[in-house]
């Protein structure tokens, strides 16, 4: 079987800069792939080109076989894509439950204010994705689960990004995007985090990760292949346990102490 996302030496150019450069890669399905790198590397920007958010200057992208090169956004979330980003995009104002009802209309076009706002006939019809959103959730945490009806303003940093996850997953993408998801974690959160990964991994197991991350206690607790961005380029890709020992990534990471380790 052929693999789930193919990217084929995709770049773009801002001006003078080249932010990603001819990089290519494959994500199999039920496939995690941790992507590292400095600051400034061009990771966030590779997920901007793959979810559509800019067109790339040169490559391509294909889902399942379908060309979704330069796609906007709402139409790669239609094919499968679901993402989360580096910083917190949730309505604060709304509970869980509706935050993540909102993720359920990411795939269709008539969105969001729609799915929460319509006329009372269709009020069954929202109790059902109410009730199937309270599911997702909890499938991500029990412990989330519970503060289902509070409002999403109220959570703390680490119950945010993991009600981000709980949302990507409400439009039962393919292949779900998460950029820097331990941002804001201490030491117990990030084992939740990783927790939780896993408790979707087998609940999912034809879903397709893609992971940007700087805790690198998450990289090696992941299964998969981990892939090494420096300005631009794919520097390296291969498990964890192999590209630890690529000197850049000792640098940026490790410390150069346990370069000699
Ligand atoms: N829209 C844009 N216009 C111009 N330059 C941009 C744009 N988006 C990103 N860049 C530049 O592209 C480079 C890569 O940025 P990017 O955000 O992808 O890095 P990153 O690897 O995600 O870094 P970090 O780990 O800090 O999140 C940076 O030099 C950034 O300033
Ligand atoms: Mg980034």
Same mark, same amino acid.
């Given at each position: 079987m052929s693999a789930l996302l193919e990217v084929d030496q995709l770049s773009i150019r801002f001006g003078g800069l080249v932010?990603?450069?001819e990089v290519s890669f494959t994500v199999g399905h039920g496939e995690i792939r941790c992507i590292i790198g400095p600051n400034g590397a061009g990771k966030s920007t590779l997920f901007n080109l793959i979810s559509g958010i800019y067109p790339p200057s040169a490559g391509t992208v294909r889902l399942d076989g379908l060309d979704i090169t330069g796609m906007a956004a709402h139409r790669v979330a239609a094919a499968g894509i679901a993402r989360t980003f580096q910083s917190s995009r949730l309505f604060n104002e709304l509970t869980l439950i509706d935050n993540v009802v909102v993720g359920m209309h990411a795939? /269709?076009? /008539?969105?969001v204010l729609d799915a929460l706002f319509r006329?009372?006939? %269709?009020r069954a019809e929202l109790d059902g994705a109410a009730d199937e959103a309270g599911r997702i959730i909890r499938s991500v945490s029990e412990e989330l689960y519970r503060r289902r009806h509070s409002m999403a303003g109220s959570l703390p940093q680490a119950d945010r990004r993991r009600l981000e996850i709980a949302r990507a997953l409400a439009s039962q993408p393919k292949l779900i995007m998460l950029d820097e998801p331990s941002s804001g974690m201490d030491d117990r959160d990030t084992d939740a985090l990783i927790r939780d990964i896993g408790a979707v991994m087998a609940e999912q197991p034809k879903l397709s990760f893609i992971l940007i991350e700087h805790d690198m206690r998450l990289v090696a607790a992941l299964p998969g292949q981990v892939m090494v961005i420096d300005y631009g380029r794919k520097i390296a890709e291969g498990p964890f346990a192999e590209v630890r020992l690529v000197p850049r990534v000792q640098e940026a990471y490790?410390? %150069?102490r346990a370069a000699h380790a």
């Amino acid at each position: 079987m052929s693999a789930l996302l193919e990217v084929d030496q995709l770049s773009i150019r801002f001006g003078g800069l080249v932010a990603v450069n001819e990089v290519s890669f494959t994500v199999g399905h039920g496939e995690i792939r941790c992507i590292i790198g400095p600051n400034g590397a061009g990771k966030s920007t590779l997920f901007n080109l793959i979810s559509g958010i800019y067109p790339p200057s040169a490559g391509t992208v294909r889902l399942d076989g379908l060309d979704i090169t330069g796609m906007a956004a709402h139409r790669v979330a239609a094919a499968g894509i679901a993402r989360t980003f580096q910083s917190s995009r949730l309505f604060n104002e709304l509970t869980l439950i509706d935050n993540v009802v909102v993720g359920m209309h990411a795939r /269709t076009r /008539t969105g969001v204010l729609d799915a929460l706002f319509r006329p009372r006939r %269709s009020r069954a019809e929202l109790d059902g994705a109410a009730d199937e959103a309270g599911r997702i959730i909890r499938s991500v945490s029990e412990e989330l689960y519970r503060r289902r009806h509070s409002m999403a303003g109220s959570l703390p940093q680490a119950d945010r990004r993991r009600l981000e996850i709980a949302r990507a997953l409400a439009s039962q993408p393919k292949l779900i995007m998460l950029d820097e998801p331990s941002s804001g974690m201490d030491d117990r959160d990030t084992d939740a985090l990783i927790r939780d990964i896993g408790a979707v991994m087998a609940e999912q197991p034809k879903l397709s990760f893609i992971l940007i991350e700087h805790d690198m206690r998450l990289v090696a607790a992941l299964p998969g292949q981990v892939m090494v961005i420096d300005y631009g380029r794919k520097i390296a890709e291969g498990p964890f346990a192999e590209v630890r020992l690529v000197p850049r990534v000792q640098e940026a990471y490790l410390g %150069s102490r346990a370069a000699h380790a």
